[in-house]
């Protein structure tokens, strides 16, 4: 069992001074952003995306909080139009993974989404973050779209493949 709980100011600075070098990291493996611009485009992608922080409109941030009422993680619901809602980020802290809060979470978001009036609940998953992947098919989501694409640079000796 969970208990998603509203972000406060002191939760959601923690949650920034992980998350905005985590969103860097991760576009940076997926070949998108260069080591030297990432940290930056990643502030600005949360600075454009949630301007008055934790109270910004239309976006609910939450602690994920087990039984015992230990902080285990967190979710952030964004609703994009009067029907559409997206996962913006879902982590499990350390220690805490393989427990099953990432799915109970993700459930729970959905009983958030209907009672904000949202139907459909989308997300993205870069394709190297394989657990998230098959959390998210558990829960029932999936496959819109499949981005792909292929570092040139390192296949430049002539081989097909």
Do not use: C
């Not at 940076?28 to 922080?53: D, Q, R, Y």
């Not at 978001?109 to 904000?116: H, T």
């Not at 989308?122 to 998230?132: C, D, E, K, R, T």
Request: aromatic share 10%; glycine share 10%.
């Amino acid at each position: 069992m969970i208990i998603l709980e509203k972000m406060n100011a002191s939760e959601f600075k923690q949650y920034l001074d992980y998350t905005i070098p985590n969103y860097a990291e991760e576009h940076i493996k997926a070949g998108k952003w260069e080591a030297h611009e990432a940290l930056s485009k990643a502030t600005e992608a949360f600075n454009t995306l949630l301007p008055e922080g934790e109270n910004t409109i239309n976006h609910y941030l939450f602690t994920i909080r087990n039984k015992d009422r230990n902080d285990v993680g967190m979710i952030w619901l964004g609703k994009q139009s009067d029907l559409k809602g997206f996962i913006y980020d879902i982590n499990i802290w350390k220690g805490h993974r393989g427990k099953y809060y990432g799915e109970h979470a993700m459930r729970e978001i959905e009983n958030v989404g209907r009672e904000i009036g949202l139907e459909t609940i989308g997300l993205h998953v870069f394709g190297h973050n394989q657990i998230a992947q098959k959390l998210y098919s558990k829960v029932g989501y999936g496959v819109t779209n499949i981005k792909m694409s292929k570092n040139i640079k390192e296949s430049a000796n002539g081989k097909v493949g």
